[in-house]
């Protein structure tokens, strides 16, 4: 893909499986890539009013894009690390599930056994997705939130007496004994497509949904470390930094 020159005439097939990351850009730009697989890129380009480069534009900015590594978002403080979670969450919910719910209920393929594969996916992710978001809801609301009050407690912006129900109200412990592992959450899909197998002769599109099931199943993966080996342990040492300030409070009243 050196140039839009040597690719403007190319079936978004050949595009597709030479990259299966402009599967995605195209639904970025509400294209089905499986409806077209046979058109060249020019064609559906024409038809939806996009010009080619910005494709393609949009491609090498999404081969640009690079995930801060754990130990770097180790430095930085717990509301900085919230942050990245919180955007992530918003990823996931507003263009990683839509893309691969597209291809599960849009993908259409002559083999029998591709079929039967997908029409279990049709009744099984659609119920990962909705376990998937109300996660996603309890943790902000209960988590965020939580370590959003201890912020508030830690610079003195409530009574002393408020603060004390406050810090006895869902402690991070708590929290953290009732987090999920997201690995689990796909266990069901991963049986389902044999650990995301697919032979060579396999429709480009299904290696494409399957490519993209397992990408996604690997985000959350390195999304749930995150949470469970920087994300939890910073919010329980603020808990203990806001107790400790809050003991000597009582102790000098």
């Not at 056994?113 to 909705?130: C, G, Q, T, W």
């Not at 480009?204 to 397992?214: D, G």
Request: glycine letters at 2%; hydrophobic letters at 40%.
């Amino acid at each position: 893909m050196d140039s839009f020159r040597n690719i403007e005439k190319n079936p978004i097939k050949d595009i597709v499986s030479e990259n299966y990351v402009f599967a995605a850009v195209l639904h970025y730009f509400g294209i089905s890539f499986f409806q077209y697989e046979q058109n060249s890129l020019q064609e559906v380009c024409d038809r939806f009013k996009i010009k080619p480069q910005q494709l393609i534009n949009e491609l090498e900015a999404w081969a640009q894009r690079k995930e801060p590594e754990k130990d770097e978002l180790f430095l930085h403080p717990i509301e900085v690390l919230v942050a990245y979670l919180k955007r992530k969450h918003y990823y996931f919910v507003r263009q990683e599930l839509p893309f691969l719910s597209n291809m599960v209920s849009g993908i259409q393929v002559e083999d029998l056994a591709y079929n039967a594969v997908l029409s279990d996916l049709r009744i099984m992710f659609p119920l990962f997705v909705e376990d998937f978001i109300h996660h996603i809801h309890e943790e902000e609301n209960r988590l965020f939130q939580r370590i959003k009050l201890l912020q508030e407690l830690e610079n003195d912006e409530f009574p002393l007496e408020e603060s004390i129900k406050i810090l006895e109200k869902s402690p991070v412990a708590a929290l953290s004994e009732a987090h999920e592992a997201h690995d689990d959450e796909m266990e069901g899909i991963r049986k389902l497509t044999q650990n995301y197998f697919l032979p060579e002769d396999a429709p480009i599109s299904m290696k494409v949904l399957y490519h993209e099931l397992q990408n996604f199943e690997r985000e959350l993966i390195i999304h749930a470390q995150i949470e469970d080996e920087l994300l939890f342990p910073k919010a329980v040492q603020l808990e203990k930094e806001v107790l400790r300030k809050i003991k000597k409070k009582i102790r000098n009243n």
